[in-house]
């Protein structure tokens, strides 16, 4: 890999469930995550994107954006809604998506690959 792309020039992103990061204190790696996130750096890794939370947030942090993702469905509120990520090579876009498929943009992420 080099500046963030594999040899076949693919950018590289993590998705997992559980953040890495807690939000609630300054972006620190939670106890048990820091070996996690020092995998990161060396791999070139250019985003990491978790739920979880339930909440919404983005930090950079030793050059890897990492998003936490609000609900991406709202199924179990009875309410059939879902957030769709649009991920492009400078940015990415949130947008809320109601039962009958319009589509609401809520928030955009620009990105510096």
């Known amino acids: 890999m080099v500046g963030g792309r594999t040899k076949e020039g693919k950018t590289e992103i993590v998705f997992a469930h ?8 300054q972006f620190n790696p939670f106890g048990d995550a820091e070996q996690l996130v020092s995998l990161l750096d060396p ?10 939370e339930h909440e919404s ?12 993702c609000d609900n991406l469905s709202y199924f179990h509120t009875g309410i059939e809604t879902y957030n769709l990520f649009k991920v492009f090579p400078d940015q990415i876009r949130l947008y809320h998506v109601s039962y009958d498929g319009s589509q609401e943009l809520a928030h955009v992420c620009t990105l510096c690959l």
């Open 18 to 25: 559980r953040p890495l990061l807690n939000y609630q204190d």
């Open 43 to 52: 791999y070139d890794v250019v985003m990491y994107m978790n739920g979880h």
């Open 57 to 68: 947030a983005e930090v950079t942090r030793n050059g890897t954006y990492y998003i936490w």
